[in-house]
């Protein structure tokens, strides 16, 4: 196993530099990590950075110190004066809050280190114990290589086969023991002992503000997000797949950058409306370069995923984009070689923007304005009946008590449309049809425990939880696609789930928000006047259950190949292979049951990436169905 690269965060005591020293992070040594030692005032090392890492921001105030690591819209002068009237790592709460981008803050003050990513997850921080002290990272792998006796969890691995996703907390629990994330709204404190905890220093926002000042709110905050990236790169590429979200990038970055170039992938699909919109859009930009990634020559879904990645293999865990990950190296190429270090992607708008029926729980139940023209409006929609619509409506169970519930229902066949609204705090959690019985028994452990254990949500409300826990799932996929590209020498953004634009899509009043008849109204509002009329118009999504089904097919034989003897989640007694080679061998006709395949692959392919140990036979597994 060998670990990427990224930053390594010590304490300021002797074990702590004793244990940047096994990292090469001592004066004159070797190691992935000796490139760069930033030093605390004392003179032992702080902060161990690699080859090819960001720029970062250092400054200091007396024996106060400060590094931003990241696009962030602080100067020198800013951070000099926030550590100057700092007493502790508390007191940069303030700052934390006003800066726009996406970034790690990393502060020593008075003996005790902050250590900081952003609400989103795209940018993280993992800790573990190593040499008697906490040591931080930004990637796993710097820190499983070095923990004695690390292992797979294999009950958390059960989990992860839950489609199309596991929910929180459960996705954002490190499947390596003895490895540790910092929660939401939370950085990692070290105290002077060298023990590490993490503090609270974010909580959501009151969803009271109303659309027109939310709507400046999220302008503002996308501007700044997008500026900071595009200040002083030159040239800058974005996407431009036709969808509201990218669109608004691009007029956005065009205002900002010195040179702008778009990306769009060529459809499987000929009726695809992205390619109409895209163009619509694409004659507003003039200056713009334009490029089409053409399927002639572009990789489909699951090309090479049995390969490791350029950087070598990513132990933190299943890849969720797994599927695109050679599309995603392609389309670095591209901007790269047009002259792109930057990439702005739209991911993260639907996560935010999208009106969330979920919404509709709080609003009847708070008699808001509109509440009860809206649930009509949605119950002729989706052809809810009226009995279960209100028992859904008057259910009041906590989040702790929906977790433990939907333990009971992972094994429930999938139906795509019903007479019944879900209100519950997140969709109904699915395991594969091919998940032993072993696998539910786990997974349903994991669901009750964590169900049982007191766990509080996200945020109070139901649609606050969903749309933070969405984007902190968006956000978590991201900083594994930086990772990714950044080795083709392209960074990869997504300005929707920076810390700013969070806050101001979720604190726009619900009722502004949820009207079914509109299509994200705070985002349409707030891109009025940069993007044109025309383009601002559209209503729809595209789906791609078309190239889903043609990679599918294309790529059956390697899939099938991971589906073997040597199949790593079948050896953990997890999943029955001959089921799953089954299901690929006759796809179903619903794209809706494909979702399960994607989980069940991520997790494969980690499994080997991580060089899981490659255990005896079991018993043939029994499936669960």
């Not at 800790?127 to 710097?142: C, K």
Request: hydrophobic share 45%; charged share 25%.
């Amino acid at each position: 196993m060998e670990a990427a690269v990224g930053f390594l965060v010590f304490p300021d005591t002797p074990a702590g530099a004793a244990a940047a020293d096994a990292f090469g992070g001592a004066a004159g040594t070797d190691g992935p990590y000796a490139r760069e030692v930033v030093e605390h005032a004392s003179g032992r090392p702080w902060i161990v950075r690699g080859p090819a890492a960001e720029p970062l921001l250092h400054a200091a105030a007396g024996r106060n110190r400060a590094v931003l690591i990241g696009p962030a819209s602080a100067s020198r002068n800013e951070l000099e004066k926030a550590l100057a009237a700092a007493r502790s790592v508390r007191d940069l709460d303030a700052l934390c809050a006003r800066l726009a981008g996406a970034f790690h803050l990393i502060a020593s003050i008075g003996g005790d280190v902050r250590v900081q990513g952003s609400i989103s997850t795209a940018r993280q921080v993992f800790h573990a114990r190593l040499g008697g002290v906490t040591v931080a990272s930004d990637v796993p792998a710097a820190l499983v290589e070095r923990m004695d006796g690390a292992s797979l969890d294999e009950e958390l691995i059960a989990g992860r086969l839950v489609a199309p996703w596991a929910p929180w907390p459960l996705n954002e629990r490190p499947l390596w023991t003895g490895l540790d994330a910092v929660p939401a709204g939370c950085y990692l404190r070290l105290d002077a002992a060298g023990a590490g905890r993490p503090v609270r220093w974010w909580t959501p926002p009151a969803p009271d503000v109303p659309l027109e000042e939310g709507a400046r709110r999220v302008r503002d905050a996308l501007r700044d997000a997008v500026a900071v990236r595009a200040r002083g790169a030159g040239t800058i590429s974005a996407d431009l797949s036709g969808g509201m979200d990218s669109t608004s990038l691009c007029f956005l970055a065009d205002g900002e950058a010195e040179r702008l170039v778009t990306t769009r992938w060529e459809a499987a699909d000929p009726a695809d409306e992205d390619r109409v919109w895209a163009g619509r859009a694409a004659a507003y930009l003039p200056d713009a370069e334009h490029l089409v990634l053409s399927r002639d020559t572009a990789p489909t879904w699951f090309d090479g995923i049995a390969e490791d990645g350029p950087g070598g293999p990513d132990i933190e865990g299943p890849f969720a984009w797994i599927r695109t990950r050679a599309r995603l190296l392609h389309m670095a190429g591209r901007v790269a070689a047009a002259g792109s270090a930057a990439h702005l992607t739209g991911h993260g708008g639907d996560e935010l923007f999208l009106g969330n029926p979920l919404n509709l729980h709080t609003l009847l139940r708070t008699r808001r304005a509109g509440a009860v023209r809206y649930l009509r409006a949605y119950r002729a929609m989706y052809r809810w009946r009226l009995a279960p619509t209100v028992r859904a409506l008057l259910s009041g169970e906590s989040f702790g008590q929906w977790l433990a519930a939907s333990a009971e229902t992972l094994t429930d066949p999938l139906r795509e449309t019903g007479g019944a609204p879900a209100f519950g705090w997140g969709i109904g959690y699915r395991l594969p049809p091919w998940a032993t019985a072993d696998a539910v028994a786990s997974a349903r452990r994991l669901f009750r425990r964590a169900g049982a254990s007191g766990v509080e949500p996200l945020a109070p409300v139901r649609g606050q939880h969903a749309a933070l826990q969405d984007a902190r799932l968006c956000g978590d996929t991201l900083r594994r696609v930086d990772r990714l590209t950044s080795g083709a020498g392209v960074r990869w953004h997504a300005p929707f789930v920076d810390d700013r634009v969070v806050e101001a899509a979720l604190a726009v009043r619900f009722e502004d928000v949820t009207m079914p008849d509109r299509y994200k109204p705070a985002l349409t509002a707030a891109m009025r006047g940069i993007v044109p009329e025309p383009v601002l118009g559209r209503s729809t999504k595209s789906e791609y259950s078309a190239e889903a089904y043609h990679s599918l097919r294309r790529h059956r034989a390697e899939l099938l190949g991971l589906c073997g003897d040597d199949m790593r989640l079948a050896r953990l007694g997890l999943v029955d292979a001959a089921a799953l080679r089954s299901t690929l061998e006759a796809l179903p006709p619903s794209s809706f049951t494909l979702m399960p395949l994607i989980s069940t692959f991520a997790c494969e392919t980690w499994l080997r990436a991580a060089g899981a140990p490659r255990p005896g036979p079991r018993p043939r597994p029994v499936p669960a169905g």
